[in-house]
């Protein structure tokens, strides 16, 4: 974020005006097994994005209310946000899948990347 002032992030709305304001305005969404850029209608797999950030929030009286924001960079630079619920049932198992290969893809990157320097 270029503008160094803090900003609050306590809410959901709070969060997602501030990151589109840095520039995540695609509004991903899960096709099958791809994340959707609705306004390009091309399809990524986990291998074609970056989490750069993600953001919880937990609802106090109702657990339906507990939403994760997770800010996604695309491999040929598109910024956007993908939303889902956060924890029980209402959890989307597409997303779920979808964002816990990218976390294993990011993992064995980093370790190989790290093996690299260790070998120099």
Sequence with gaps: MENHEKVEMTTMTSCTATLQAEGYTENFIMKDVWLE??????????????INSFYRFEGESDPADSAIV?????????????IDSYGGPYVNQQIAKF????????????????????KN
């Design 99 to 118: 964002i816990s290969e990218v976390e294993d893809i990011t993992k064995r990157d980093t370790h190989s990347r790290e093996g690299f320097k260790k």
């Design 70 to 82: 997770y800010a996604i960079q695309t491999n040929d630079e598109l910024k956007g946000l993908l």
């Design 37 to 50: 850029a609705p306004s390009t209608k091309r399809l990524y797999t986990p291998n074609d994005i970056k």
